[in-house]
């Protein structure tokens, strides 16, 4: 039986191949720009680290300026980062089954004997759990120990990316490498990571590759770093040095630990408390007391990841899809009750309301399936068209990087989404279809 | 009875209300987000093109990263300036700490008087170190006072500080001194009560972040920016800006084994890199919006067209029975324009609804009632263009029509 309706619903469809063309040319267009902008929503609030959001907590601490909160529209939010001193002496706790604190620099790196240009690369200097809290993966070799964040130790991971540059993609694992002209020693070469958004540094952009190379903290005071994401201060210090820089007000250094369970987050919570309040009576904070412990998902809400106009995007994607599923559904039944003398005989010839129903709901389906096919292929070549809008520099495509990066999964769920849609949506004319009385039908005309 | 049979029509349209009303609903819809789109890209295009105050159309910015221990950038500054200014077709050159425009900078707090003040006494200002060709090189207006000379240009230092002197924006002096039209040879204070002497006041100027509300809040201060890594900003005399980008690669390409030359590039990239999203936005809203309207279109069309090959008969009698073809054509465009109308006053309403969401969402004034207007008025040519061939096609069914099959 359903071979039958189908090859009726073909030859029904081929009748007037114009409102057929218009039908299926409008779910798929349709189809197309829900796929479009659902990736681009995905891709900018998704959780890229869901599976440890139970275990991963920003720190942050409200050393700000006593007159104003930090942000305008959040008063009450501490700001993002903390100052060098408070870091290290929360980073002292060993309450935390993993913690980190790092920042973003840039630094030049070249190869000693190699006919290779000097690189630029984004460097971040970070403490040696930065891989195992982020689940960072590993082509060759791996972290570095503890004892190279104090030492500090001339050590460096660098990304696959960087390591076929320079070394060709070999196992570069113990060769030397010079970053700013000082030489450090390759221990381990970071697979393709690509954690979208950039939860871990929310600072600048979230829609950045990661950095290429990543180096012991300790390496801030030896060659006296400064930060190349945010540096925010709301005091007037007189920074003459570095090491007045390392002890002022300024914040720069992101925190994030790996608390496991709850009795593990009381106590370090208790500790964080406890630090501040031994601060403020030292005299330093006017501001009342404000740490807070903040998972992946609620930071990446507080941050703003999601901007506005994604919002905005997203609402405007099912107007667009309802008034293309609407559409639809006005041509369906106008092509149905414009056949209602045909399903007349059918009726009077002894088919049930049921099968004339299901006879019709084929022939939506069979415009579904191709609208929904044509649909996928015409967001792709939209996406397509969305990356060289996000490209203003071929060399330099990093935010590129991150459209191209879309996940099966939120073009699956945007496809079933538009076709269960447009199923439902010719399930009335069909229905209706199915209603009307033969009699009328086999009169006139 | 009227002459436009406003009843007849309304009620043949009753008779078959499905589909108008799906097109109504259609409409209501494409309203809304029409209205709403056309005042969010408006607002996206008044942004994109406000003045810069800056001749960016010659403007060249070159970075320079010096990476070796015997790094020299005292010396490697001199020399880059010396053969930049050499090359034929460079108006000014200058040594800059930042790009304006660029989404990266520096901002302080500065005050009219020394001493405590609140935050409502703080005025802030993009911050920039400049030498005494910046005037001539970002090609500003000065509106009174003079630029910096060569001898007030301060050495490089390593951290954050304010010079004696400052050339300043109108806008920033405006805000510091709000009675004082001309406060050239006046004093501000920095954070930590240092004075500040305005020796010059620019017309208007743009800072680092094209969302900042005080992005005119300009502050230049005569220091050479610390090294390693170095901006310098060029501009070339009028349309010869390609030749001198190429030029400045050759020369300083190789020129120091100790430093990478990053890049050379035009101003037209960094604005154009700050308005990606608002000009990707406007783009999104347009076609989007444009798709829309081309599908209602189409839906007003094909319920014409429907309507009317439903109803060839009935076109036949009313023609047989003395309906000129210009009555029939009446007929259809009135019958569209009933349920565009009910469309759009349906759209008015969620138009409206969602006029309040978005100016929430982006702290913007509200919806203009002018775009609502302007909207319903497209809408209805929209719909009339739409139903006008099918209505024509309509009026020349031949009158024989009606007597064929009885």
Request: charged content about 20%; hydrophobic content about 45%; overall charge neutral.
């Amino acid at each position: 039986m359903f071979g039958y309706y189908l090859e009726l619903a073909f030859r029904n469809l081929k009748r007037n191949p114009g409102l057929t063309a218009l039908m299926i040319g409008a779910v798929a267009l349709g189809i197309a720009v829900c796929v479009m902008t659902l990736t681009m929503y995905r891709a900018m609030s998704g959780n890229p680290i869901w599976w440890k959001n139970d275990v991963l907590y920003a720190v942050t601490m409200d050393f700000w300026d006593p007159e104003e909160d930090y942000f305008d529209s959040k008063p009450g939010l501490p700001p993002q980062q903390l100052t060098y001193n408070d870091a290290l002496a929360v980073y002292a706790s060993d309450i935390p089954k993993r913690k980190l604190i790092m920042h973003k620099a840039v630094g030049i790196v070249s190869v000693d004997g190699q006919q290779v240009k000097p690189e630029r690369v984004l460097t971040r200097l970070t403490t040696k759990d930065f891989f195992a809290m982020f689940d960072v993966p590993f082509q060759y070799g791996g972290t570095w120990t503890d004892g190279a964040d104090t030492g500090p130790e001339p050590v460096m991971v660098i990304s696959r990316k960087i390591n076929e540059q320079l070394f060709g993609g070999a196992n570069s694992v113990g060769r030397h490498i010079r970053w700013n002209d000082n030489e450090f020693r390759i221990v381990g070469v970071r697979d393709n990571w690509m954690p979208l958004p950039t939860f871990y540094d929310v600072n600048n952009g979230s829609l950045e590759e990661p950095e290429d190379v990543y180096i012991p903290f300790g390496w801030n005071t030896a060659l006296e770093i400064y930060s190349a994401g945010n540096t925010n201060g709301w005091k007037p210090e007189d920074i003459q040095t570095y090491q007045d820089f390392l002890n002022s007000e300024n914040i720069w250094i992101q925190m994030w630990v790996e608390l496991p369970d709850a009795q593990s987050h009381g106590r370090f919570k208790a500790f964080l408390d406890n630090y501040a309040t031994q601060q403020k009576n030292a005299g330093r904070h006017p501001r009342k007391l404000n740490n807070r412990l903040t998972r992946p998902d609620q930071w990446l809400v507080d941050n703003e990841v999601v901007s506005n106009d994604n919002r905005v995007l997203v609402g405007l994607a099912f107007a667009f899809l309802a008034v293309c599923l609407l559409n639809t559904v006005g041509l369906l039944l106008a092509k149905f009750l414009n056949n209602a003398p045909v399903t007349g005989v059918r009726r009077a010839l002894g088919a049930s309301r049921r099968q004339i129903f299901l006879q019709h709901l084929v022939e939506v389906g069979v415009v579904s399936t191709i609208g929904a096919a044509l649909g996928l292929a015409l967001g792709a070549i939209l996406l397509m068209g969305l990356r060289a809008l996000y490209t203003t520099d071929p060399t330099d495509a990093a935010g590129t990087q991150a459209l191209a990066h879309v996940d099966v999964t939120s073009v699956v769920t945007a496809l079933a989404l538009a076709f269960l849609a447009t199923i439902a949506a010719g399930l009335y004319p069909a229905w209706r279809i199915g209603r009307i009385p033969p009699a009328s039908y086999l009169k006139a005309q | 009875m009227t002459a436009w049979n406003i009843r007849p029509i309304a009620s043949a349209l009753w008779r078959n209300r499905t589909g108008a009303m799906l097109v109504a609903f259609q409409i209501a819809i494409g309203l809304a987000v029409l209205v709403n789109a056309v005042y969010v890209v408006k607002q996206r295009v008044d942004k994109i093109g406000r003045p810069t105050g800056m001749d960016t159309a010659n403007m060249i910015w070159v970075s320079s990263a010096g990476f070796a221990k015997d790094f020299d950038h005292d010396a490697s500054w001199r020399q880059d300036l010396a053969a930049i200014r050499a090359i034929p077709g460079v108006k000014a050159a200058s040594i800059i700490s930042n790009i304006p425009l660029s989404g990266s900078g520096s901002s302080s707090g500065f005050q009219a008087k020394p001493g405590e003040a609140t935050p409502d006494e703080t005025v802030a200002g993009n911050t920039y170190l400049v030498d005494e060709q910046a005037i001539a090189a970002l090609g500003v207006t000065l509106s009174s006072g003079r630029p910096f000379e060569p001898q007030e240009i301060l050495p490089p230092i390593e951290t954050f500080d304010s010079s004696p002197q400052a050339i300043v924006t109108k806008a920033f002096a405006k805000e510091l001194f709000p009675d004082d039209l001309n406060p050239v040879g006046k004093s501000f204070y920095d954070g930590l009560g240092k004075p500040i002497a305005i020796v010059g006041i620019i017309e208007h100027m743009h800072g680092a972040w094209v969302g900042w509300d005080r992005l005119d809040n300009v502050v230049l201060f005569p220091r050479i920016d610390n090294g390693p890594g170095t901006i310098y900003l060029v501009r070339s005399e009028p349309g010869r800006r390609d030749g001198v980008m190429r030029d400045i690669e050759a020369k300083l390409g190789d020129s120091n084994p100790g430093r990478l030359l990053r890049w050379v590039r035009p101003m037209d990239y960094f604005i154009n890199q700050s308005y990606l999203d608002d000009r990707n936005m406007a783009i999104f809203l347009v076609s989007v919006t444009g798709a829309l309207l081309a599908i209602t279109a189409l839906g007003i069309f094909g319920l014409a067209t429907f309507n009317v090959s439903t109803r060839i008969r009935q076109i036949g009698t009313r023609r047989a029975v003395g309906a000129r073809r210009m009555d029939i054509v009446r007929h259809f465009l009135v019958e569209n324009w009933m349920v565009t109308t009910a469309g759009v006053v349906a759209g008015c309403g969620g138009a409206l609804a969602i006029g309040y969401w978005i100016s929430v969402k982006y702290e913007l004034p509200r919806l203009d009632l002018f775009y609502l207007v302007g909207g319903v008025l497209a809408i209805w040519v929209i719909g009339l263009a739409a139903a006008l061939q099918p209505a024509r096609r309509a009026s020349t069914i031949s009158p024989a029509v009606a007597s064929r099959t009885v």
